[in-house]
């Protein structure tokens, strides 16, 4: 059980475009979902935080007009970049709990790399 | 000083020995740990969650918690190759987590 995939698993684009990332969570009702970003040899940076209906929760310093994200159902979320550059290139895993006091279940993660 | 700290090794042991990997917090009042195991290129995994002072085990994996200390710990026995990757430790604030750069394992034949 607890399974979460995110698709696409890598992604390439050219800079200006925008990118959707989609994550769901396949045998649990997901109330809240979390996007968390990675760059080499760094640690998971939380971005945002969702739960179903509601806006999202940025962390500080991320832009909430570059890094849209919906949770529009309780098995998916999506991240848009919006108007990509090079140094959003980086992995993007989300995760998702079937409550605030649940363990987070990860997905396999996004590879984006912007040219 | 960081929330969640971690020594990033590479911390070596040989195949067959105990593994131990530490991780230091900074916000007494936290309340649930946990490990993940990420391979490289890949997502984390979750390997154990700890919520009360003393050991939790689960078939080779025991994690220790000491709240006053603000220490958790993680032993992996009989470590094998394949349990060469980044384990990380995580504290939750909030709804989210909070991880730290991780320790690079590596278990050698």
């Known amino acids: 059980g607890a399974v979460v995939s995110q698709h696409p698993s890598r992604v390439i684009c050219k800079s200006g475009t925008s990118v959707k990332i989609e994550c769901r969570s396949l045998?649990?009702?997901?109330?809240?979902m979390f996007w968390y970003r990675q760059f080499p040899k760094q640690s998971l940076m939380l971005m945002a935080t969702?739960?179903?209906?509601?806006?999202?929760?940025?962390e500080q310093g991320v832009e909430k007009d570059k890094f849209l994200i919906n949770h529009a159902s309780l098995t998916l979320s999506t991240l848009t970049v919006t108007s990509a550059h090079p140094e959003d290139s980086s992995f993007y895993i989300c995760?998702?709990?079937?409550?605030?006091?649940?363990?987070?279940?990860f997905g396999p993660g996004t590879r984006l790399t912007v040219t | 000083q960081k929330e969640v700290e971690q020594n990033s090794g590479p911390l070596s042991v040989p195949e067959g020995a105990i593994a131990s990997l530490n991780c230091t917090y900074s916000?007494?009042?936290?309340?649930?740990f946990f490990w993940y195991r990420q391979y490289s290129g890949k997502s984390p995994e979750l390997i154990m969650s700890?919520?009360?002072?003393g050991d939790k085990e689960d078939g080779r994996f025991t994690a220790q918690l000491n709240k006053a200390s603000q220490y958790v710990s993680l032993l992996i026995r009989d470590s094998q190759p394949s349990d060469s990757a980044t384990y990380l430790c995580?504290?939750?604030?909030?709804?989210?987590?909070?991880f730290g750069k991780g320790t690079s394992l590596l278990v050698t034949p």
């Open positions: 995760s998702a709990s079937p409550g605030l006091a649940y363990e987070q279940y």
């Open positions: 045998d649990f009702q997901a109330t809240t």
């Open positions: 969702s739960n179903e209906g509601s806006k999202a929760t940025y």
């Open positions: 916000d007494r009042g936290s309340q649930s």
């Open positions: 700890i919520y009360s002072n």
């Open positions: 995580a504290v939750r604030k909030g709804y989210a987590l909070n």
